[in-house]
């Protein structure tokens, strides 16, 4: 098992930037691709960014060249450095793990979830 812990959301203006860290513990050697993925109200949980341990990552187009991923290793935790904010990125945020060593876009492809983060996004 694995248990993953997310920090750092809040409330925050369109334009400022918000920096979310998911925390692992457990059976932490037995994952390899760490993620964010965010649920708005009402809408289906989507894919943000991926990183391998490798530090290969991908982005969901909505996100890329505002959002960066990173992990460290030896900590066991992933980071989400998100830039330039807007209304539309307002939901919950959850960090998600996965056993499998390849870069996954698919909700169903990942193991572990922890329990989210919420981010608002005011005008």
């Known amino acids: 098992q694995v248990q993953l812990v997310e920090s750092g959301g809040g409330l925050v203006q369109a334009g400022g930037s918000l920096r979310l860290s998911c925390a692992a513990s457990?059976?932490?050697?037995?994952?390899?691709?760490m993620a964010w993925f965010r649920q708005a109200p009402g809408k289906e949980r989507d894919f943000i960014a991926t990183?391998?341990?490798?530090?290969?990552?991908a982005y969901a187009d909505s996100v890329k060249g505002r959002f960066t991923i990173s992990r460290d290793n030896a900590k066991n935790t992933v980071s989400l450095q998100m830039n330039n904010l807007k209304p539309e990125d307002t939901a919950v945020y959850y960090c998600?793990?996965?056993?499998?060593?390849?870069?996954?876009?698919?909700?169903?492809?990942?193991?572990?979830w922890g329990q989210g983060t919420q981010v608002t996004v005011r005008t």
């Open positions: 457990g059976r932490t050697s037995s994952y390899n691709a």
């Open positions: 990183i391998l341990g490798s530090g290969s990552s």
């Open positions: 998600a793990v996965a056993l499998r060593n390849q870069i996954l876009r698919l909700r169903r492809s990942y193991d572990y």
